[in-house]
């Protein structure tokens, strides 16, 4: 049985799939942290007039897998950063058809600990690129899950 402890989240990696068969994954580089898949769900109010007391009733409705943001240093000749089709930013100029790919967040691994990853369809959405005078570039990003991220775990 693996030895699970709460740990730090480094070694995580942000991964970008290459379309192929079988898939490649390569690692964005320079992340610093990584947040998400955030879910949510719709709730559907059911109350009637006829509630013995008065109280609202649910059932729940359509999940959202949500958005998955990163953080990373920003690194404008690394070709999974920029403007060329394997990179982040080139991903925008990808058609609707184009445009979801798969992705995948390595978790860290510790020794006794199980292996696992998120694996999910998502959509580049966001960018936001800072260049302090006084501070590290930065480079943030975000994707749009479609549809039902899974929890890998290696055992």
């Given at each position: 049985?693996?030895?699970?402890?709460?740990?730090?989240?480094?070694g995580?990696?942000?991964?970008?799939g290459?379309?192929?068969?079988?898939?490649?994954?390569?690692?964005?580089?320079?992340?610093?942290?990584i947040?998400?898949?955030?879910?949510?769900?719709?709730?559907?109010?059911?109350?009637?007039?006829?509630?013995?007391?008065?109280?609202?009733?649910?059932?729940?409705?359509?999940?959202?897998?949500?958005?998955v943001?990163?953080?990373?240093?920003?690194?404008?000749?690394?070709?999974?950063?920029?403007?060329?089709?394997?990179?982040?930013?080139?991903?925008?100029?990808?058609?609707?058809?184009?445009?979801?790919?798969?992705?995948?967040?390595?978790?860290?691994?510790?020794?006794?600990?199980?292996?696992?990853?998120?694996?999910?369809?998502?959509?580049?959405?966001?960018?936001?690129?800072?260049?302090?005078?006084?501070?590290?570039?930065?480079?943030?990003?975000?994707?749009?899950?479609?549809?039902?991220?899974?929890?890998?775990?290696?055992?």
């Amino acid at each position: 049985m693996a030895n699970e402890n709460p740990h730090t989240g480094m070694g995580a990696q942000l991964l970008k799939g290459d379309g192929n068969s079988p898939e490649n994954f390569v690692a964005v580089l320079g992340v610093k942290s990584i947040s998400g898949p955030n879910m949510t769900r719709d709730t559907h109010d059911t109350t009637d007039m006829n509630q013995p007391d008065n109280y609202r009733r649910f059932v729940g409705g359509l999940v959202d897998a949500g958005e998955v943001s990163f953080e990373a240093n920003f690194l404008p000749a690394d070709t999974t950063q920029n403007q060329e089709e394997t990179g982040w930013m080139g991903q925008f100029d990808l058609t609707s058809c184009d445009s979801v790919r798969n992705w995948r967040i390595t978790l860290p691994e510790c020794e006794g600990d199980s292996q696992g990853y998120f694996e999910f369809e998502g959509i580049v959405t966001g960018q936001q690129i800072q260049l302090p005078m006084d501070d590290l570039m930065s480079f943030a990003g975000t994707l749009k899950v479609s549809g039902r991220p899974e929890l890998v775990i290696i055992t």
